[in-house]
């Protein structure tokens, strides 16, 4: 991870909790379950959408794009502004902007979810080649007949 991932979780302290994940030869930026930024080449890039496009587009703040079959096809993260770099509250207004564009994106949250262990997984498996153990059966005693 580079240095620049790593700091991110300082940029963003005052929005809360992020985590990053190696994606795509980049990183996605999470913050409660919704990736609300990528990294491409040391560069942060924020989510946006029609709501939020206009704090962007003041600031002249370009899609990332990608090439695909020749042609530039635009995605829905903006280039983050240079300010947010320098001041925390400024990173959580941007940060909190693209949480809010990640809530109305539709998209369900990632809810990262814990591998099992060697061990529970040796278990698990153990468990299905253990054969079931058979119920005592209980014998029938004879009644003693009287006469």
Known sequence: MSNFVQSLHEVFERLGRIETRRMFG????WHEGRMIALVARDTLYLKSDA???PHFDKLELPPF??????KEMPMSYRLAPADLFEDREEAALWGRRAYEAALRSGQPPKIKTAKPTKSAAAKKTAARKTPAKKAAVKSKTKKAVTR
Not at 26 to 29: F, Q
Not at 65 to 70: A, C, D, K, S
């Open 65 to 70: 794009t990608y090439v695909r079959q020749g």
């Open 26 to 29: 980049g990183h996605g930026v």
């Open 51 to 53: 709501e939020s496009a």
